[in-house]
């Protein structure tokens, strides 16, 4: 006759361990997943883990600068736009405010003007830019989509002429350029402390509250006390200021001012990192540190396919592949996050 290794009462605490134990997994798997940038996370590290196996030198000391490179100028950007997105609406001119800046200060350095002061007056006007941005649409009533492609085609024209459409060599050195994106990864420092900084500001302030509340329900933010004209204006005034501190950051960093470095390409990159990283185009809804994820997913799909050896005649098209899959496993992994807090 077999003797029972447990007594029953054993057993039944074993179980209730085990079961204890799975339980204590599936709450911490709902509170990862609860969180919106859970699932690029996720879609993130498994495109990490790919290259690491399929791309040689991939982790490496001189890749991991390319890859931070790479990653910092479309994060400090989607920062902003995320801002503004949550609010429902969006800035198209970033890109060219991105070019703008560094012949603000490269001019103004020509001038004479001490170069720290060039820097905080091109970021001043950069600000201003937003601020006609924000007047347009909010006050006047034309929407944010038609606004800033206007000021798009402008600030690209002014650029070009005052550049003559020529690139010229960034002023400054030493202790500057190491601050202002000439170091190893101080373009990377400045979008880790941008994008904290910013979440912080979505989360835990009356601006990020009133920002989140505007663009779930406008009408019902105003008619609570909310101003939701000046929350979106100063929405738009962080966009634009952010992207000059970037076009500034990169300039110094590549030692070259170029009128055509920035444009569409750097804005849809941001905007496509804010969406990816979970914020809604809707309004309402959004997470910064999503968009940095968001950022990091695009950079190192860049990064693991130039290593490749990728043509460039292919890589949009596996990049809009790539981004479609990224929203198609965000949506999923959203739905289950939704049932799992409704059940």
């Given at each position: 006759?077999?003797?029972?290794?447990?007594?029953?009462?054993?057993?039944?605490?074993?179980?209730?361990?085990?079961?204890?134990?799975?339980?204590?997994?599936?709450?911490?798997?709902?509170?990862?997943?609860?969180?919106?940038?859970?699932?690029?996370?996720?879609v993130?590290?498994?495109?990490?883990?790919?290259f690491?196996?399929?791309?040689?030198?991939?982790?490496?000391?001189?890749?991991?600068?390319?890859?931070?490179?790479?990653?910092?100028?479309?994060?400090?950007?989607?920062?902003?736009?995320?801002?503004?997105?949550?609010?429902?609406?969006?800035?198209?001119?970033?890109?060219?405010?991105?070019?703008?800046?560094?012949?603000?200060?490269?001019?103004?350095?020509?001038?004479?003007?001490?170069?720290?002061l060039?820097?905080?007056?091109?970021?001043?006007?950069?600000?201003?830019?937003?601020?006609?941005?924000?007047?347009?649409?909010?006050?006047?009533?034309?929407?944010?989509?038609?606004?800033?492609?206007?000021?798009?085609?402008?600030?690209?024209?002014?650029?070009?002429?005052?550049?003559?459409?020529?690139?010229?060599?960034?002023?400054?050195?030493?202790?500057?350029?190491?601050?202002?994106?000439?170091?190893?990864?101080?373009?990377?420092?400045?979008?880790?402390?941008?994008?904290?900084?910013?979440?912080?500001?979505?989360?835990?302030?009356?601006?990020?509250?009133?920002?989140?509340?505007?663009?779930?329900?406008?009408?019902?933010?105003?008619?609570?006390?909310?101003?939701?004209?000046?929350?979106?204006?100063?929405?738009?005034?962080?966009?634009?200021?952010?992207?000059?501190?970037?076009?500034?950051?990169?300039?110094?960093?590549?030692?070259?001012?170029?009128?055509?470095?920035?444009g569409?390409?750097?804005?849809?990159?941001?905007?496509?990192?804010?969406?990816?990283?979970?914020?809604?185009?809707?309004?309402?809804?959004?997470?910064?540190?999503?968009?940095?994820?968001?950022?990091?997913?695009?950079g190192?799909?860049?990064?693991?396919?130039?290593?490749?050896?990728?043509?460039?005649?292919?890589?949009?098209?596996?990049?809009?592949?790539?981004?479609?899959v990224a929203?198609?496993?965000?949506?999923?992994?959203?739905?289950?996050?939704?049932?799992?807090?409704?059940?």
């Amino acid at each position: 006759m077999a003797i029972p290794t447990q007594a029953p009462s054993e057993q039944a605490a074993s179980a209730g361990a085990e079961a204890h134990r799975r339980s204590g997994w599936a709450k911490a798997a709902d509170t990862f997943f609860a969180r919106r940038e859970a699932s690029i996370l996720v879609v993130t590290i498994a495109l990490a883990i790919y290259f690491y196996f399929n791309a040689l030198h991939f982790v490496s000391s001189d890749n991991a600068r390319t890859l931070a490179t790479f990653i910092a100028a479309p994060a400090i950007l989607a920062a902003g736009e995320v801002m503004l997105m949550i609010s429902g609406e969006i800035d198209l001119s970033v890109g060219q405010v991105y070019a703008f800046a560094p012949f603000i200060v490269l001019k103004l350095h020509d001038g004479g003007v001490p170069l720290v002061l060039c820097v905080v007056l091109a970021l001043v006007a950069c600000t201003g830019i937003g601020l006609v941005n924000g007047l347009i649409t909010t006050v006047i009533g034309v929407s944010s989509f038609v606004t800033t492609l206007g000021m798009f085609f402008l600030l690209n024209g002014v650029t070009l002429t005052i550049a003559h459409g020529r690139p010229s060599d960034t002023p400054g050195s030493g202790t500057y350029a190491n601050i202002f994106g000439g170091g190893a990864y101080s373009e990377f420092i400045w979008a880790v402390c941008i994008a904290i900084a910013i979440q912080f500001l979505l989360m835990r302030t009356r601006w990020g509250l009133h920002t989140i509340a505007t663009g779930g329900n406008r009408l019902g933010a105003s008619e609570a006390g909310v101003k939701v004209r000046l929350v979106a204006t100063r929405n738009f005034m962080l966009a634009s200021g952010l992207a000059g501190l970037t076009g500034i950051l990169e300039s110094v960093r590549i030692t070259s001012t170029d009128p055509s470095a920035g444009g569409a390409e750097i804005m849809f990159t941001a905007i496509s990192a804010a969406v990816i990283g979970g914020t809604l185009l809707a309004g309402g809804s959004g997470t910064v540190i999503g968009a940095f994820i968001g950022a990091t997913f695009l950079g190192i799909l860049k990064d693991g396919f130039t290593i490749q050896g990728v043509s460039a005649f292919t890589f949009d098209l596996i990049l809009g592949v790539a981004i479609l899959v990224a929203m198609i496993v965000n949506v999923y992994v959203g739905r289950i996050r939704r049932g799992s807090i409704g059940a």
